[in-house]
């Protein structure tokens, strides 16, 4: 059994972009080593792991049916959207609204604890 290593080098004067210089790359191990379809798959895990690690944590606001707000810290709109149907999935007067979910803002924040001053 074979063991290879490889390092892809890119920085601004590269043309293209790092994804286009990988998937350029990726053309040319398969036009000479047709075998390499795992490469593929391999790429697309650690594409996906990249990219999800790139997203940070935000905090989302949303509103309730009948009324009502609160927050959620997610990385993505779904995964707030997931993340607060799980919290209250309990409950059956706190359901909360799929379209009122959005980044929160400072003033957003302010706003909505002014209700409670």
């Known amino acids: 059994m074979y063991s290879y290593s490889l390092e892809l080098y890119s920085n601004r004067n590269s043309p293209g972009t790092g994804e286009a210089i990988v998937n350029n790359f990726l053309k040319i191990i398969r036009d000479i080593w047709p075998e390499s379809r795992k490469i593929d798959y391999i790429y697309i895990i650690i594409k996906k792991q990249t990219t999800m690690a790139q997203f940070k944590l935000k905090q ?11 927050t959620v810290w997610a990385k993505t709109k779904a995964g707030a959207i997931k993340a607060a149907n799980l919290e ?9 609204r799929k379209e009122s979910f959005h980044v929160a803002t400072e003033a957003g924040l302010q706003s909505a604890m002014s209700l409670f001053y």
């Open 60 to 70: 989302y606001m949303f509103t309730f049916e009948g009324g009502g707000w609160n």
């Open 88 to 96: 209250y999935k309990d409950s059956d007067s706190l359901n909360p």
